[in-house]
């Protein structure tokens, strides 16, 4: 199915409507080809969270799946603030700059 340029697979309908919630396929592409996503696949990212927590996958400007609110979430760097004590260098680094 493509809405608003994006296309949306079978595969991806049927995991939305099992993981998110089961409506006709009109609405569930009304709901995946909102301007945050749109938005998002023209920058080229690769996830999108929905704010029920499931994970909207992204190959080649398609929707692909939805991955369960309970899939893997991004990592995220530890702030150099949380370091402070378990990196001896970084502390080094910062008394020898100018």
């Known amino acids: 199915m493509v809405r608003r340029g994006l ?18 396929d009109e609405e569930i592409a009304r709901r995946l080809s909102s ?5 998002a696949v023209r920058f080229g990212a690769h996830q999108v969270r929905l704010g029920t ?14 991955l369960p609110a309970a899939a893997k979430k991004p990592r995220h760097r530890t702030p150099p603030s949380k370091l402070r004590g378990r ?12």
């Open 35 to 39: 301007d945050a996503i749109v938005c």
């Open 87 to 98: 990196r001896p260098d970084a502390t080094l680094a910062v008394e020898l700059a100018p």
């Open 53 to 66: 927590g499931q994970l909207v996958v992204i190959e080649d400007a398609s929707i692909v799946t939805i």
């Open 7 to 24: 296309f949306i697979t079978a595969h991806a309908l049927a995991r939305y409507r099992e993981r998110v919630e089961d409506c006709p």
